[in-house]
C-alpha cells in the first residue's frame, strides 16, 4: 500500500503526519506500506520508521547518472544513503508534465537496478488513447520500454503500478473490472519479461483511490496494492486505505 505525497509534506508536516500516522497502524504481517514523501522529507519519515521492517520508504524520481553536474537531480546512490528502499519510475506526472519518455524511464530502471533498489514502474494510458481503444498497446510498450535495459529481471524484486492518466486526481476511478483486466494484461507481459518470478511481481492500481473504494479494488484479481496520491495526504483516510 504505497503513499505517493508529491509535492506535498514537508519535513515538519511528514514528521507530524508519521506521527499521527504510526500511532494508529501497528504491524500488519499481511502488508507492506510504502511511503513516497518529497525529497526533502526522506529524512523525517526515516527516523519516524527506524524500528518499523513493515514500512517501507521510497522516492518519487531519480537521475540515472551516479554523480555529477546534474543540477537539481538525486542519485540512486544518495537515495539508498537516505533510506530509500524503492524508486518510482515514470510517473505520469514525470510523463506528462516534465516530459520523461520511454527512453529515460528505461535508463532511470537499469540505475535502480544498478543500485540495488527496487523500481516501481508506473505505466497508464490517457484518455484519448483509451477512447481510441489503445489502452492496452500504450501500456505494454511503457512496460517493455521501462524495462527494457534492466539485465536480472528473473531474479530482481520490481514493482508496477497501472495508473490510468484520466483517474489520478480527477476523482474518476477504473472500473475494479477494468484495472483488473489491465493487471492481467501486465501479469502476461511481465511473464515474458521476468519468468516465473512474474507470480509474485505486486502489481498495484493507483488513480482517485479513496477509503471508499479502495476495499472493492484490493478484492479484485490480479490487483496486490493501491499507489494513492490525493487520499495519502490526510492520515485518517491514508490509515483507511493501508488497512483496507
Ligand atoms: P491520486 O494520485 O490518488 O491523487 O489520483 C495517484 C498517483 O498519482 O499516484
Given at each position: 500500500m504505497a503513499a505517493n505525497w508529491k509535492m506535498n509534506n514537508g519535513p515538519t508536516s511528514a514528521r507530524e503526519f508519521m506521527q499521527a500516522f504510526l500511532d494508529q497502524y501497528p504491524?500488519?504481517?499481511?502488508?507492506?506500506?510504502?511511503?513516497?514523501?518529497?525529497?526533502?522529507?526522506?529524512?523525517?519519515?526515516?527516523s519516524a520508521i527506524a524500528d518499523r521492517r513493515d514500512i517501507l520508504l521510497?522516492?518519487?524520481?531519480?537521475?540515472?547518472?551516479?554523480?555529477?553536474?546534474?543540477?537539481?537531480?538525486?542519485?540512486?546512490?544518495?537515495a539508498r544513503d537516505a533510506g530509500a528502499r524503492v524508486v518510482l519510475?515514470?510517473?505520469?506526472?514525470?510523463?506528462?508534465?516534465?516530459?520523461?519518455?520511454?527512453?529515460?524511464?528505461?535508463?532511470?530502471?537499469?540505475?535502480v537496478e544498478r543500485g540495488g533498489l527496487i523500481p516501481l514502474l508506473c505505466v497508464g494510458e490517457v484518455l484519448d488513447e483509451r477512447d481510441a481503444g489503445d489502452a492496452e498497446s500504450v501500456v505494454v510498450r511503457q512496460l517493455h520500454?521501462?524495462?527494457?535495459?534492466?539485465?536480472?529481471?528473473?531474479t530482481r524484486d520490481v514493482m508496477v503500478a497501472y495508473e490510468p492518466v484520466w483517474a489520478i486526481g480527477t476523482g474518476r476511478t477504473a472500473t475494479p473490472e477494468d484495472a483488473s483486466a489491465m493487471h492481467s494484461v501486465i501479469r502476461r507481459e511481465l511473464k515474458s519479461l521476468c519468468g516465473d518470478r512474474a507470480r509474485v511481481t505486486p502489481i498495484l492500481y493507483g488513480g482517485s483511490v479513496n477509503p471508499g473504494n479502495a476495499p472493492t479494488l484490493m478484492a479484485s484479481p490480479?490487483?496486490?496494492?493501491?499507489?494513492?496520491?490525493?487520499?495519502?495526504?490526510?492520515?485518517?483516510?491514508?490509515?483507511?486505505?493501508a488497512r483496507s
Open positions: 504491524r500488519q504481517n499481511d502488508r507492506t506500506v510504502l511511503f513516497f514523501p518529497p525529497a526533502l522529507s526522506l529524512a523525517a519519515v526515516a521510497g522516492v518519487q524520481n531519480v537521475y540515472w547518472a551516479d554523480q555529477g553536474a546534474f543540477t537539481g537531480e538525486l542519485s540512486v546512490g544518495m519510475v515514470g510517473h505520469s506526472e514525470r510523463r506528462h508534465v516534465f516530459g520523461e519518455t520511454d527512453q529515460q524511464t528505461a535508463l532511470k530502471c537499469a540505475a520500454a521501462g524495462f527494457a535495459q534492466m539485465t536480472q529481471l528473473a490480479d490487483i496486490d496494492g493501491l499507489l494513492v496520491g490525493g487520499a495519502s495526504l490526510d492520515a485518517s483516510s491514508w490509515l483507511a486505505v
